[in-house]
């Protein structure tokens, strides 16, 4: 079994643009907090909490799968 070079290079690039999404969405979640009515505030921390957490864990787990051959 042979690592993949383009899904290196997608991981390698979505490595450098994952901060600046995480970044620009924590910008607007705090810009618009405070407008919002306390369920959709929930919900939207909520989205923004798991969806970071998956993406991080799927970047990690890219790389040691991809690089390790597993």
Same mark, same amino acid.
């Given at each position: 079994?042979?690592?993949?070079?383009?899904?290196?290079?997608?991981?390698?690039?979505?490595?450098?643009? $994952?901060?600046?999404?995480? /970044? +620009? *969405? !924590?910008?607007? =979640? @705090? &810009?618009? %907090?405070?407008?919002?009515?306390?369920?959709?505030?929930?919900?939207?921390?909520?989205? $923004?909490?798991?969806?970071? /957490? +998956? *993406? !991080?864990?799927? =970047? @990690? &787990?890219? %790389?040691?799968?991809?690089?390790?051959?597993?």
């Amino acid at each position: 079994v042979l690592s993949s070079l383009p899904l290196q290079v997608m991981l390698y690039f979505n490595v450098y643009y $994952f901060p600046v999404w995480f /970044l +620009a *969405e !924590g910008i607007m =979640l @705090y &810009l618009k %907090y405070h407008l919002l009515p306390w369920h959709y505030q929930f919900l939207l921390f909520t989205a $923004f909490l798991i969806l970071s /957490l +998956a *993406e !991080g864990s799927r =970047l @990690y &787990l890219g %790389y040691l799968g991809n690089l390790q051959e597993k």
